[in-house]
């Protein structure tokens, strides 16, 4: 079929219309040839046509002469489920020169798959009422392979996500560069990004994309993190989503898995460059022994044809982190668990024994050993009578022995003069139970502690009853000598009030102070478990900040506070073993540890390019 041009009118349209078809299956593509050649000779759109729908969705454009010769165009068209048809539109604004012709046009893999006779092993899934075996992977995916719409009937909504409703528990990253972005229909540059979604294969449906145009430059990154999952055994959980990189500049597509906070994770897939006008199907098997999160990255190529698309992602044989949608609510990045147990504290001499130790060691109190005083606080106890980690923050505290485990209020001692007046009604931390609340007070504050779930269990509260609006409450360690490079704080946070402000996580060496996380709003009635990655630090203090809402229906409560990991490796006088690696340092540690993106050797080490 060609066009013959018979008159000059501004707009005139040549319109090819296709039969009606009823429906596809998920794997349809049409292709044919085309040519568009002449000086002149304009633009040309094939447009689909959906029962139901005004608005047409553009499938494929050309837009001005692209030389004597045949060219062929290929379009995905995945599985539409409501009768449609084809309009090739030519439009010529006035002016008319040139050639403009289609042929061969080509359907394939456009049948819903055929019934079957039988359909055994864990590998298949038999649809309700087509009868078709298919392949179990392609079951909860957001796609309905069957036809009848069985293979996505009895699927968890909290494990998939297409986007026509907003992120559902994927939440972008508040470290990157900038956001996704959800649409709808084409992307705003043209020769880049997704013309329609996946999920409905229209310009109705949404997806996310990443702008690559001005302000965005070369490398900038946008991130989005999955919510927590439970620990899975190998490929037991699957991670399924469909990606879109069209355009001349696009650059990277990343997906990676993290099990602590504020890191990068370890690399799952990754893409590069130009995958052509289509949507791709990715399948990712994921294993852990702990919590998870899964972290979908873009990067910005080096120019504005550089738009990513995702849609449709969905995750099948996983389980959400304690049964709730996202445990710790949109601030919360990835934090996760482990068990506690109590340790208790030592009890100190009050005079010092003999020693010849100078004003830089500290001395051992039963002994006059003499160490150093950076081993002074640093989670090991390096004296034989413990005395070293004797006045420091205690590694675990349940609040149990009705005991502060170290922890102190700054704010509280700094005060003077009618003591007991200014202390009652200041917003300060203090130890509450469950038996010791007044009525009404349970709407607010928790009714059972974390560690023995009774009401006669103890936990730290910040008492909204007293002081006002935007006061803050803190609560610090004493100075911590050093930490190792696996060093993380675990707690449990209760967050449930109708004034709610919010509790942080503060890190403070010297005079600077820094935020580590955060939490604001209610959090609902339970307790929700946090982890605070701090790695290697020296001469630091630990703070939890509680601000205060704007009535007293607002109490922060925090119980269980663990520092896991955290005391500096050791140099070994033996030599390491075949199954470790040895750091510039001399510290040995597990070769699996190597090129994971975290600092294991405290020099960095493990983690040099030339291995």
Not at 59 to 74: H, I, P, S
Not at 386 to 407: P, Q, Y
Request: aromatic letters at 12%.
């Amino acid at each position: 079929m060609f066009i013959l041009k018979s008159r000059n009118s501004i707009s005139q349209i040549a319109r090819l219309r296709s039969p009606k078809f009823r429906q596809t299956g998920s794997n349809c593509t049409l292709s044919f040839w085309y040519y568009n050649y002449g000086q002149s000779v304009g633009a040309a759109e094939l447009q689909l046509l959906v029962d139901g729908l005004t608005q047409p969705t553009v499938l494929w454009r050309t837009y001005y002469n692209e030389g004597n010769q045949w060219l062929k165009a290929a379009i995905q068209l995945g599985r539409l489920p409501h009768p449609f048809q084809f309009s090739l539109d030519k439009i010529s604004l006035g002016v008319y020169e040139g050639v403009s012709a289609i042929d061969d046009i080509r359907f394939e893999n456009c049948a819903l798959p055929p019934p079957a006779l039988s359909c055994e092993g864990p590998k298949h899934f038999w649809c309700r009422d087509t009868k078709a075996c298919i392949d179990s992977l392609l079951v909860c995916d957001l796609v309905d392979d069957c036809g009848d719409g069985s293979d996505e009937a009895s699927c968890d909504p909290d494990l998939q996500c297409n986007f026509e409703n907003g992120l559902c528990n994927w939440e972008q990253d508040v470290q990157d560069d900038f956001d996704w972005i959800r649409i709808r229909g084409p992307t705003p540059t043209v020769n880049t990004g997704p013309l329609k979604d996946h999920t409905t294969g229209t310009a109705r449906g949404h997806y996310l994309y990443l702008e690559s145009s001005e302000p965005r430059q070369f490398r900038d990154k946008a991130v989005l993190l999955s919510p927590l999952f439970n620990p899975s055994g190998y490929g037991t959980c699957v991670f399924r989503f469909h990606y879109h990189m069209f355009g001349k500049e696009v650059y990277k597509l990343s997906v990676f898995q993290r099990t602590v906070s504020n890191t990068k994770g370890w690399l799952l897939w990754y893409k590069f460059g130009n995958q052509e006008n289509r949507w791709i199907r990715q399948t990712l098997f994921i294993s852990s022994s702990k919590p998870f999160q899964i972290l979908v990255k873009g990067i910005v190529g080096d120019g504005f044809t550089g738009d990513i698309g995702l849609d449709d992602m969905s995750f099948l044989g996983c389980t959400l982190y304690n049964g709730a949608q996202h445990p710790f609510g949109s601030f919360f990045k990835g934090y996760l668990p482990t068990i506690s147990t109590t340790t208790s504290g030592t009890s100190v001499p009050a005079t010092l024994p003999m020693n010849n130790c100078t004003e830089e060691e500290f001395v051992c109190r039963a002994s006059g050993h003499c160490i150093q005083m950076i081993q002074k606080c640093d989670f090991r106890p390096d004296c034989s009578d413990k005395s070293d980690e004797s006045a420091c923050v205690m590694e675990v505290c349940d609040f149990e022995d009705k005991d502060l485990c170290g922890w102190h209020q700054p704010a509280l001692e700094q005060m003077s003069g009618n003591y007991s007046i200014q202390i009652t009604k200041t917003f300060k931390w203090q130890l509450g139970r469950g038996a010791n609340l007044y009525p009404e007070e349970e709407q607010h504050c928790p009714l059972t502690d974390h560690t023995t779930c009774t009401e006669e269990g103890w936990y730290l509260f910040a008492d909204s009853s007293n002081g006002e609006f935007g006061d803050t409450a803190d609560i610090a360690t004493p100075v911590i000598s050093l930490t190792g490079p696996r060093c993380k704080i675990i707690f449990w946070n209760y967050m449930n009030g109708s004034t709610i402000g919010s509790l942080e996580v503060l890190y403070k060496s010297s005079n600077k102070t820094s935020k580590l996380w955060t939490q604001s709003g209610s959090q609902g009635p339970q307790w929700n478990r946090a982890e605070v990655f701090l790695g290697i630090r020296s001469n630091f203090q630990v703070i939890f900040r509680a601000k205060r809402g704007v009535s007293y229906m607002g109490d922060v409560a925090v119980d269980d506070i663990t520092f896991e990991d955290c005391s500096p490796l050791l140099i070994s006088d033996k030599p390491c073993t075949s199954e470790e690696f040895m750091c510039a340092n001399m510290y040995c540690i597990p070769k699996s540890n190597l090129c994971d993106f975290v600092n294991d050797c405290e020099d960095n080490s493990d983690e040099s390019p030339s291995i």
